[in-house]
């Protein structure tokens, strides 16, 4: 759909007003070639809407390299508060996707020191992301990384919550996630408010 990456980037963590403005370019009313000339006239916060949308552009062309290339342009010619807002872009599309090996590849690029609730939201979209299309051993994996930490271990388990699948959890916990919890923790975890069983009751 012509409209899919404008709503995505109206979902991006951090999108504000300028952002949205950008919505033609997503909609393709304007091209990319067209939206960056216009980028070296915009004030900041439009110049760093435009970052953001420009690629993600490229990303639904599915050129990766592509829009790394455009990334590494817009943070010469772009905005210069925000020189990793595209690559930040980048950094939640591979988060969508559960893409974590590729993710932290490019952790330096992102400036994950601005913005950090930004950040945060992302981290927690890769989290769910790995377990979603990985397995939740897996996305436990990622949060043994440094970079996303413990406190997000919770949005491993976080699909069984919402389904109430009590049955799943505790299957989990007796099958190939039996060694990652000690058994009063896997207790713990069942019946602590927002896990599985707390969401059936």
């Known amino acids: 759909m012509p409209l899919r990456n404008a709503i995505d980037l109206a979902r991006l963590p951090g999108t504000i007003l300028p952002d949205l403005a950008c919505l033609p ?5 304007v091209s990319v070639d067209g939206a960056r000339e216009l980028l070296p006239r915009m004030p900041g916060l439009w110049a760093h ?18 829009a790394t290339a455009e990334t590494e342009d817009l943070a010469r010619h772009g905005d210069p508060a925000h020189p990793w807002a595209g690559h930040r872009t980048i950094g939640y599309w591979l988060a969508r996707h559960g893409e974590a090996q590729e993710f932290f590849k490019r952790w330096k690029t992102y400036g994950a020191a601005h913005e950090r609730g930004d950040m945060r939201r992302i981290k927690e979209l890769l989290v769910h992301a790995v377990a979603e299309r990985h397995g939740r051993r897996v996305s436990w994996e990622v949060t043994t990384d440094k970079r996303v930490g413990p406190t997000m271990r919770y949005l491993c388990f976080e699909l069984w ?7 799943g959890l505790l299957a989990f916990f007796d099958g190939e996630g039996a060694d990652l919890l000690p058994e009063v923790d896997q207790l713990l975890r069942i019946s602590e408010p927002g896990s599985a069983c707390a969401v059936r009751r």
């Open 25 to 29: 370019v997503g909609a393709r009313l």
């Open 161 to 167: 919550a919402q389904r109430g699948d009590v049955e």
């Open 49 to 66: 809407g435009l970052q953001r949308e420009l690629v993600m552009a490229r990303l639904y062309e599915g050129d990766l390299a592509l």
